[in-house]
C-alpha cells in the first residue's frame, strides 16, 4: 500500500483516478498541473489507463470524427505520456484487494475500489458517482468526488498555488491552440463551473 509518502502534506488528498476524469482533456491536464503544483497526489491502475485509452479513441471517432487509426495512435500517445511523467501514480497490481470490495451496482467497478486501497488513497474521482455508494465507501475509509468537487476542494485548500497551476495549464492550452472556445466556457462546458467561477 502506497499511501502519503515520509516527508508528504498528510493533509494531501490521495486520489485514484477513474478512467472517465482521465478522458477529458480539461479534467486530465487539471488534475496532472494540481498533483504537480504539490496540490494533491494522484493514482491509477493499469486497468484504468487501458478503459481511460479505449474510451478517449472512441470519443474522438465519435464526437471528433477521426479516423480509427488516428484515435488509437493519439490514445496510445495520451497513456504513453501518462506513465512515462507519472510513473509513481501507477498502482502495479490492486488484484489481491478485490475480496475487501463491497458488491457495486456495476461489478466492473470494483477494480476501481481495489485500485483505491491498493494505493491508500482517500478518495475516488469519478464522475459516476452513483455507481460508488457513499456508504460502502465509507466503510472502507474512502469517499467518492466528481472531477469538479475535487479541483474545487483542491483549489480551496491553497488558491493561490491552485490558480499559479491552473494559469499554466490555461497558457499551454491557449498557446498550442488546442481550445476551440475561451478557456473558462471550456472549462464550464466541460463540466468544472466551479472552477471557473473561482479564477473569475
Not at 499511501?3 to 502534506?9: F, I, K, L, Q, Y
Not at 497526489?41 to 479513441?57: T, Y
Not at 474545487?152 to 476551440?180: K, N, T, Y
Not at 464550464?188 to 467561477?197: E, P, R, Y
Request: proline fraction near 4%; glycine fraction near 8%; hydrophobic fraction near 50%.
Amino acid at each position: 500500500m502506497k499511501g502519503a509518502e515520509e516527508g508528504e502534506d498528510r493533509s494531501m488528498p490521495l486520489a485514484f483516478m477513474d478512467a472517465c476524469c482521465l478522458v477529458s482533456l480539461l479534467k486530465r491536464e487539471l488534475c496532472l498541473a494540481f498533483a504537480e503544483a504539490g496540490l494533491c497526489r494522484l493514482f491509477w491502475s493499469s486497468k484504468v489507463l487501458d478503459e481511460a485509452e479505449w474510451a478517449l479513441s472512441r470519443m474522438l471517432v465519435v464526437r471528433d470524427g477521426a479516423e480509427r487509426a488516428e484515435a488509437d495512435a493519439h490514445a496510445a500517445s495520451v497513456r504513453c505520456s501518462l506513465e512515462g511523467a507519472w510513473p509513481a501514480a501507477l498502482v502495479p497490481d490492486p488484484s489481491a484487494f478485490l475480496d475487501r470490495c463491497p458488491l457495486l451496482r456495476d461489478a466492473n467497478d470494483r477494480h476501481v475500489v481495489a485500485g483505491a486501497l491498493a494505493a491508500g488513497a482517500s478518495l475516488i474521482v469519478t464522475e459516476n458517482l452513483r455507481d460508488f455508494p457513499r456508504r460502502k465507501l465509507a466503510a472502507l475509509g474512502l469517499g467518492a468526488m466528481n472531477a469538479q468537487g475535487f479541483l474545487a476542494s483542491c483549489f480551496d485548500r491553497r488558491p493561490e498555488a491552485a490558480a499559479r497551476a491552473v494559469g499554466l495549464v490555461r497558457e499551454r492550452l491557449e498557446g498550442g491552440r488546442v481550445l476551440l472556445k475561451p478557456f473558462p466556457v471550456a472549462l464550464a462546458q466541460a463540466g468544472l463551473g466551479a472552477l471557473a467561477l473561482r479564477i473569475g
